[in-house]
C-alpha cells in the first residue's frame, strides 16, 4: 500500500506559477514511475506529466515548455513546477504512483497507476 499526499495548491492570477508537491509513504518510492493527472469539473481526469524511475519525463502538450516535473528519492516526494499558468489550467491536480515491475515504464494512461492521491485543487484566476 502506498499513500500519497498531495501539497501547494492554491488560487493564482494568469501568469503566476506553483509548485506542487507530492508526498509519499513508502522508502521505495525511488523504484516507482510517477505523474501528475488533474480534472476539471464535468471533465475527465488528464494526464499532465510523469517521470519515470530513471528519471525519464513526459509532458501533456498543454505543459510542455511550461510545467517541470522531478522528484527527490531521498525525500520520497515529486514536485510539479508550474509557471505562465492559465484560466484553464484550473483543476484538482492528482499524483499517482506506477508500481509495475520490470523496465523503466512511464505511462500517460490513468489506469496504469495503482496509487492516488486525495488531490489538490488550483485555480488560476483571470
Known amino acids: 500500500q502506498v499513500q500519497l499526499v498531495e501539497s501547494g495548491g492554491g488560487l493564482v492570477q494568469t501568469g503566476g506559477s506553483l509548485r506542487l508537491s507530492c508526498a509519499a509513504s513508502?522508502?521505495?518510492?525511488?523504484?516507482?514511475?510517477m505523474g501528475w493527472f488533474r480534472q476539471a469539473p464535468g471533465k475527465e481526469r488528464d494526464f499532465v506529466a510523469a517521470v519515470s524511475r530513471s528519471g525519464g519525463t513526459s509532458y501533456a502538450d498543454s505543459a510542455k515548455g511550461r510545467f517541470t516535473i522531478s522528484r527527490d528519492n531521498a525525500k520520497n516526494t515529486m514536485y510539479l513546477e508550474m509557471n505562465s499558468l492559465k484560466p484553464e489550467d484550473t483543476a484538482v491536480y492528482y499524483c499517482?504512483?506506477?508500481?509495475?515491475?520490470?523496465?523503466?515504464?512511464?505511462?500517460?494512461?490513468?489506469?496504469?497507476?495503482?496509487?492516488w492521491g486525495q488531490g489538490t485543487q488550483v485555480t488560476v484566476s483571470s
Open positions: 499517482a504512483a506506477d508500481v509495475r515491475l520490470g523496465g523503466d515504464p512511464i505511462s500517460r494512461w490513468w489506469y496504469e497507476y495503482a496509487y
Open positions: 513508502r522508502r521505495s518510492f525511488s523504484g516507482y514511475a
